[in-house]
């Protein structure tokens, strides 16, 4: 009978440890970062950010690639990228890169101050894997990240594609995660920016999981089931810390200023985009925020 106990209360430990434990998955570029990759990338090789705009707009109009792998494809395809980026530019593009502030903090926070919960800290980008470790080289590690991979010649020139996150490649990347971590479908959180991120906010939510957004795009706030903005990373755990780990606002007042934080500001606002169209008259947009 002993046993029997034992095996059942093993079982529900188990079952409990399973319960709360989640996966948080990260875009980089315009999440983590204030710049761009492409921008960055751009600047060092003396290529002008309006002609770097305009093939990677070119392409997302044509539909030639997948959303946020614009990048990508100009580095193997295009030669004012390709003739000149070898693998050590990509490593210095990230030295170069504009991190939020506080990005080791919500690591630390995700991996062990949310008693009761663990959240593996993963990064899923289209950008070039090299730039991403080297900019968060000491914050988060290697193989939590995972970006566009090449394959490169002797010389470092990049001679072909391996692998993109981009698109369904973050979606692909995704699900290889949650299957070797062995995380409930629901038990996912997603961050993200723009409309490189909606093919996997789409799949996180149809799952029952969770997904923020950290800018006002309307492709992105509209899917996303929540939307922060701020210059710091720690406010991205807000939603976290409210919905899913069932924290008070003084709780997470409280966390923030362990840290060395107050929250001067903190507005919930419902913001509704409405488009008016009278009969050969266009009306200027209307946007009307509902404080909650």
Known sequence: ??????KNALKLNMANEHRKHFLFASDFDKTLTFN???YVLSEMLGISVSEFEHKARGMANLN???QGAELSYLLLHDPAFHSQVRREHLYDAGKRIRLKENIKQVYEILDRRIDGFHFDFYVLSAAPVEVIQSALEGIVPQDHIFGTEFKYKASGEIESLVRATAGYGKVARLEQLIEELGVPAD???Y???GSSDIHVMLHVNRRD?????VSESKLVAQIAKRTVLSDNALPTLVPILEEIAGWHRPQIRHLFESYGFLIQGWDRVQTDWVT????GVIVEKAVVAEAK
């Open 1 to 6: 009978m002993g046993g029997i106990i034992s």
């Open 36 to 38: 761009d990759t492409g």
């Open 64 to 66: 030639l690639v997948q």
């Open 187 to 189: 038990h996912v959180v």
């Open 191 to 193: 961050v993200g920016d």
């Open 209 to 213: 999981g969770f997904t923020i957004a």
């Open 276 to 279: 008016l169209r009278p009969s």
